[in-house]
């Protein structure tokens, strides 16, 4: 019979502890940070689709107001003001038209079909970028009683401008004094994505008015259809 003094025992020695604990380590550690840069990538992908879903919110909002642009035939004072500003080195244009709508923007009371709009950004508190605001106003008065209805367009606009076409050449802005509406505006919305440099990703869209008369300037009416000016809008 064996002494019980040479009886091995069946379970782990501290070593094969120690070892174990350090395979079980390393796996959980690897798991991590597998998990970690899944979560980075997916959040990035998020990131970008909310930018874009914000981008494609302000230009279709612009497109679709300025597609409804009241014609405007040089014997009227609801004048087309494009404005070439800019804020911290990035675009900050604004624009202000008139527009045909029936759009109800103060519901129960007496409204024109013909709204004043304006389109620029905004500081926001709390915020490290602007906001895009619409605002709308859908009566004829005169100052100082003119305002209107301001509205949220997107948020985190790091730029935005505008180019407009006049049938010879592209331009920066569009004073008042020229009492007309160009034949076609190119509009970049920058929309930044937060991260350490401060990258601002430029989304772009070329309007133009067919057939809508241009007094005193030259140029067909389809001429701003080819958009073929070498503006960068201040985006690079």
Do not use: C
């Amino acid at each position: 019979m064996r002494s019980p003094a040479f009886h091995r025992s069946s379970g782990f020695t501290l070593i094969e502890l120690l070892v174990a604990a350090s395979l079980v380590g390393i796996v959980l550690a690897a798991g991590a940070t597998l998990t970690y840069q899944v979560s980075q990538a997916r959040g990035k992908v998020d990131q970008l689709a909310r930018h874009h879903a914000e981008a494609d919110a302000a230009i279709r909002t612009i497109a679709t107001a300025l597609t409804q642009q009241f014609r405007n035939t040089g014997d009227d004072d609801r004048v087309f003001v494009g404005i070439d500003d800019e804020v911290d080195g990035r675009p900050a244009d604004s624009i202000r038209f008139f527009a045909v709508s029936n759009r109800v923007i103060r519901p129960g009371e007496p409204e024109s079909d013909v709204h004043e709009i304006e389109f620029y950004l905004e500081p926001q508190d709390g915020e490290p970028y602007p906001a895009l605001l619409r605002r709308t106003d859908p009566t004829r008065n005169e100052e100082p009683d003119e305002g209107g209805v301001i509205e949220l367009v997107a948020r985190g606009i790091g730029g935005l401008d505008f180019e407009y076409f006049d049938g010879q050449q592209w331009l920066p802005d569009w004073p008042e004094f020229l009492g007309s509406s160009p034949m076609a505006l190119r509009v970049t919305v920058g929309v930044t994505l937060n991260d350490e440099a401060g990258t601002m990703r430029p989304y772009r869209r070329l309007i133009y008015f067919p057939m809508m008369p241009q007094p005193g300037q030259g140029g067909g009416a389809n001429g701003g259809g080819s958009g073929s000016g070498n503006g960068n809008g201040g985006f690079r």
